[in-house]
């Protein structure tokens, strides 16, 4: 479990951004795997989300998660949104209220956790490169600003995700991101005639061209055994057919 310098600055809210260690699941999902669409057992799953829960504080009787689906959607909840049966579909998350956990799952793509300081809102984001290229970041910035956020009281953080040494991209797909942003280059380079692609760098250009300047990027690969988290192109590489999901949550107290 990692925790943000910045948002532990913050004595109303909580938030942390786990690892695989400390849960429930075997196999190749030991063992907090939090991913209730991965093959493992479901009731596993569950309480190693119940785990999760307890380990934030939460009063809540369960975390709120998306069907995640590397889109640009998100769903904002307030006092009239079911939870007890939510099945809501997209890549973010916000809120203003509190005791409700929102959270994202990743397996190297980027999580990001998002507090307002001064309208007290949080935003949890699932982006991996599809979804950051759809723009799920601005999308949710852009809402969190309708609702009476300002960028300047924004603090994001960019939590652990597959660094650019293991993320190997096609000239197909360095092409689209150019072609839609010159700038976007600078993300991509080539080594020993492979092209790799700095996602973390990517999703932190993005969030300052909102004008989010308050911005902690936690540097942990989640392709490096080491670091213990979940990681679907190290068990691709391993061909293992899953992989466990790696959780971020973020609540107001």
């Known amino acids: 479990m990692i925790k943000s310098k ?35 057992n479901n009731e596993i799953v569950l309480k190693n989300l119940e785990m999760v829960r307890k380990k934030i504080e939460s009063k809540s009787k369960k975390i709120v998660l998306l069907n995640q689906i590397h889109s640009n959607k998100f769903h904002y909840i307030n006092k009239n949104s079911k939870l007890k049966h939510n099945k809501f579909e997209g890549d973010a998350l916000i809120t203003d209220k509190r005791n409700i956990p929102i959270a994202v799952l990743t397996a190297d793509c980027a999580p990001i956790l998002m507090y307002d300081k001064n309208n007290k809102m949080i935003a949890a984001i699932h982006a ?105 192109r190290r068990s691709k590489s391993h061909n293992e057919n899953d992989y466990g999901r790696n959780i971020s949550v973020i609540m107001i107290n």
């Open 6 to 40: 910045t948002l532990s600055r913050f004595k109303n809210i909580k938030h942390a951004f786990f690892n695989r260690l400390g849960g429930k699941s075997t196999g190749i999902f030991r063992s907090l795997n939090c991913g209730t669409g991965s093959s493992d």
């Open 128 to 232: 991996g490169w599809k979804g950051a290229y759809k723009d799920v970041v601005k999308n949710t910035v852009d809402f969190m600003i309708k609702k009476g956020c300002t960028a300047n009281n924004i603090t994001a953080v960019i939590g652990p995700c597959i660094s650019l040494k293991n993320y190997e991209v096609k000239t197909a797909f360095i092409k689209k991101f150019i072609k839609k942003d010159k700038k976007t280059k600078i993300f991509f380079k080539k080594i020993k005639n492979k092209n790799y692609f700095n996602l973390n760098a990517y999703v932190a250009y993005q969030l300052k061209s909102l004008n989010i300047n308050k911005i902690e990027v936690i540097n942990k690969d989640t392709f490096n055994i080491k670091n213990n988290f979940f990681s679907a």
